[in-house]
């Protein structure tokens, strides 16, 4: 840490300890949930209905200046931010319906997911320690021929979606096949998601050629317009497996409909070897040179982007999704986090898919990891502190998907998407840096609170959206059928 850090950071430290005192008694596994009625020395007419006031120890509102409240509050009506401050203050001015208190816990935006593959999940260890091309070509490809279908994933993103509301997350990107039955069982899980109909250039589980790639993807594309939660998107899966032809039909369907492109880029060496030898050029300047690239692109990986790819996609407002456990696992290599943030690309965080390639969907990790892995790729321990961590994964997130008016900070008018964390456990105390601390300490089990749209998906207790336990069961299920498909011969 350099001197000036130094400072900022005591500075810091000095106004959270002068802040209310915070009792770190056990607490329970959730606080009450109780109405309030205002006090006696406030007249009844000063006071407004809400339909929720969030309390906590602290409140963290990622917003340009990074303020913090201790102890804070958060005011939800009709699904959107009223007001955030602190407790007294807002406590003072609203009366809600609903009081949720997490005095023990600091409140800040739903973690936002830039790039998942969350039907997968039903795959998660059926083929680890494996490089990329062998675990697609050998494992992957042959199992999702035999299996994918709706009802394959419902069950997958329900289940992922059980693992992302436990944790904190409460929006993600997906690419993946029938789509529209993915946005089916995000929306009864109360998530908010930006999900892409994956096109390759050979058969896939929901259609056989570009033609029908179109023709589903557009009837999706007009299903899900408008609604409040679910962004339907155009996904065509690499440069390396979509042609020409591919890749323009999708960016002129999206931009038809105002959707996302979401697209793997630059994620292996041999991808960057194949498009060099075919085009004489990176992915990245291929893909430019076709008219693909633009604000609506959403790129996962980009690891083995140069510097002039970086400038090339920042002047385009692409925006990236870094995956840095993923990229260890498949070795396929480590992006230089830092340098593209310096060229001006907004740089969110992904878990990829957890079928070999990660294998969770834990937003903590995913924090964690990429400020150590761009600590030790750069040998510089100042790289991405823990701030910069926690903006990529909420905020930056946001900007990244083109969403950052609606979510990623706890503002005024915004989406009512957050979630608390408990900070009373021996591994999160003593507190020093409430950033660090989220950052380098926090796991996923200390959620004690997740919300979207002002609506509790996870109380502390429960996941109130699903049946766990029916979940759990169904991915057995799917577990013993998966297996015995594989038992028979791959066709061709």
Known sequence: MTHAAARVAAGFVAALLSCAALSFAAPPAAAAETAHAPSKNSPISSVSSVDTIVTAGWVLTMDGSDRVFSPGAVAIAGGRILAVGKESELLSRYLPKQ???RPHSVVLPGLINTH??????????????????EWLTKFIFPAEAKNVSPA??????????????????????DMYYFESDVAEAVNACGLRG???????????PDHKDLAEAEKVT?????????????????????????SKETLQAAKALADEFHAPLLIHLSETRDEQKQIGDKYGTTPAKWLDAIGFLGPSVLAAHCVWCDADDFRLLASKR????????SNMKLASGILNVVAARQAGLAVGLGTDGVAGSNNDHDMWEAMDFAGKLAKVSTMDPTALPA?????MATIEGARAMKMDDRIGSLETDKRAD???????????????????????????????????????????RSVRTINAAKTLREAEEWRRKIAASLSEPVSK
């Open 99 to 101: 009081r949720i208190s």
């Open 116 to 133: 998942t593959h969350a039907a997968m999940s039903l795959f998660r260890g059926i083929a680890d320690d494996l490089p990329l091309m």
């Open 152 to 173: 394959f994933v419902k069950a997958g993103t329900t289940l992922a979606c059980l693992e992302m509301i436990r944790g904190g997350t409460t929006t993600f990107a």
């Open 194 to 204: 930006v999900l892409g109909e994956t096109w390759l250039d050979f058969p896939v």
């Open 218 to 242: 557009r009837a999706f594309l007009e299903k899900w317009k408008g609604h409040p939660r679910i962004t339907a998107a155009v996904a065509p899966h690499a440069p390396y497996t979509c």
């Open 318 to 325: 692409v925006g990236l999704s870094h995956n840095p456990e």
């Open 387 to 391: 701030r910069d961590l926690l903006r």
């Open 418 to 460: 957050l979630v608390a964390v408990d900070l009373s456990g021996a591994r999160t105390r003593p507190l020093w840096d409430v950033f660090s601390t989220l950052v380098y300490a926090v796991k996923e089990g200390d959620v004690s609170l997740t919300m979207v749209e002002g609506r509790v998906l996870w109380d502390g």
